[in-house]
């Protein structure tokens, strides 16, 4: 048996093979190595213990530690442990059928394992669909600039934040940009409802432009959240929807960050009302983190085209471990706590009692914008209120580095100027007890205040 600390030297030699993700916060710094989650903390192997204020990438929407959770996977594990959905299991026709109560109205569910591939699952679906009702022609899909769907090559070919694609363009064929609903920065003139207006104005020119007759799909995010936290004015979603109807274009709700209570709503696009979009896909929040999951939910009218007989109407796409029975008995337990705890009810409360202090730093000279919605915020930094120059990284890399001594994760994205991110992200877990939110508001305060 190795002790502690000769653990801890393994641990240190063998992390130069592991391939991290993004050497995000300060390529020099020393990266953090978690042994241990506790609610929303976590302790590295020397045991200090930081706040995850990003909830790792938006998904730890429940925090660590529970036990319900693990319980749930390890039961369906000795019972069932492993089968594919080319058949069924009763996780996933469970999860399904809760799916579909939560959107409102009836959805069919295709499983996956990740955001992107949900993504990627809607896309094909959405080029089917039109294929199957007389219309091969429409196939290509519209996005927003800022938007972040993934990063498989469709997905990221619907991601348009140029700094993320440049090494990997071109993307693929039929993906279009359009101009995004950002009223910091926006061309157009007026309030940030008419200018978000006029942002969903130029979707329906960019459709007439292309042709209605070769749109298969718009895919949104209802808050850009990659992106840099955009909030638009809810007629800007009610306006898209209804551009999207006119012109026979699907509507696909990226909820991958935003679903399951993060926005203090289930779904974002419930915030804005009478919207139902076609297709919504979902993955983070569904399961917490706790095992990889993704679904893409399609309204029963676009499933049953899949359904004709006579046809080949098959869905040609299967996914080896899409709808794992453990992932799917972990998603329903945690939907089931979301509800007891009346976690999406708590967001609401606490994002105006508590993180909305966040709001107070308007009046720091690097403060350009705060934009909110529920426990998701984005702290616009600049170099000045008057020129909303991006602030220099290196402003920010102290940021983030004053936060992360005092044991504070934050993060940073927008790509507002391409390689520039200079908003600063808030997304603890929705479970944050009010002095977790106390003590992420202060540090979070204090170091900011401190440029
Ligand atoms: N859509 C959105 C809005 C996301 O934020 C992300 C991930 N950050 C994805 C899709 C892709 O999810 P995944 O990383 O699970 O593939």
């Not at 359009?178 to 459709?207: C, H, N, T, W």
């Not at 706590?337 to 009692?353: D, G, K, M, P, W």
């Amino acid at each position: 048996m190795k002790t502690e600390r000769e653990m801890n030297q393994v641990v240190e030699k063998e992390a130069s093979l592991l391939w991290n993700a993004m050497h995000r916060y300060n390529p020099e710094a020393e990266q953090v190595v978690a042994v241990k989650g506790e609610g929303s903390w976590f302790t590295d192997e020397s045991g200090k213990r930081y706040l995850d204020g990003v909830s790792g990438l938006w998904c730890l929407n429940l925090g660590h530690g529970r036990e319900e959770i693990a319980d749930a996977a390890a039961e369906q594990m000795k019972n069932l442990s492993y089968f594919p959905l080319t058949m069924n299991h009763q996780p996933a026709i469970k999860l399904a059928a809760k799916i579909s109560e939560l959107l409102g109205g009836k959805y069919q569910t295709f499983f996956s394992n990740s955001g992107s591939e949900a993504n990627e699952t809607a896309f094909k679906i959405a080029r089917q669909y039109h294929n199957q009702t007389g219309n091969p022609q429409k196939y290509k899909v519209i996005s927003r600039y800022r938007g972040y769907h993934g990063s498989t090559l469709g997905a990221l070919s619907a991601t348009a934040q140029a700094n993320r694609r440049v090494k990997y363009d071109p993307g693929v064929p039929g993906f279009l940009h359009v101009y995004p609903p950002y009223s910091y920065r926006s061309i157009f003139d007026g309030s940030p409802e008419e200018s978000d207006l006029k942002a969903a104005q130029l979707l329906e020119e960019m459709i007439n432009w292309e042709g209605e007759e070769t749109v298969a799909a718009f895919i949104m995010e209802p808050f850009i959240s990659g992106g840099g936290v955009i909030v638009p004015s809810m007629k800007y979603i009610q306006r898209v929807a209804e551009i999207c109807k006119k012109y026979n274009v699907l509507l696909i709700m990226d909820e991958v960050v935003s679903g399951y209570g993060r926005t203090g709503k289930m779904f974002g696009f419930k915030h804005a009302a009478g919207v139902q979009p076609d297709i919504v896909t979902m993955a983070k929040g569904l399961t917490s983190g706790y095992l990889p999951l993704g679904a893409t939910a399609v309204k029963s009218e676009i499933y049953d085209v899949f359904r004709e007989t006579g046809k080949d109407s098959h869905f040609r796409h299967v996914s080896t471990y899409g709808g794992h029975p453990a992932a799917c008995a972990v998603a329903l337990k945690n939907i089931e706590i979301i509800e007891r705890e009346n976690i999406v009810e708590r967001v609401r409360t606490l994002a105006e009692s508590k993180l909305a202090d966040l709001h107070q730093l308007m009046d720091h000279k690097n403060v350009g914008e705060v934009r909110q919605i529920g426990f998701l915020l984005g702290i616009e930094m600049v170099e000045d209120k008057q020129s909303k120059l991006p602030l220099a990284d290196a402003k920010l890399a102290e940021v983030i580095g004053l936060c992360k001594e005092k044991g504070l994760i934050i993060g940073k994205n927008g790509d507002t100027v391409p390689g520039q991110n200079n908003v600063i992200i808030v997304a603890p877990p929705l479970t944050s007890t009010e002095e977790d939110l106390e003590f992420l508001i202060d540090t979070l305060e204090s170091a900011i205040r401190s440029l």
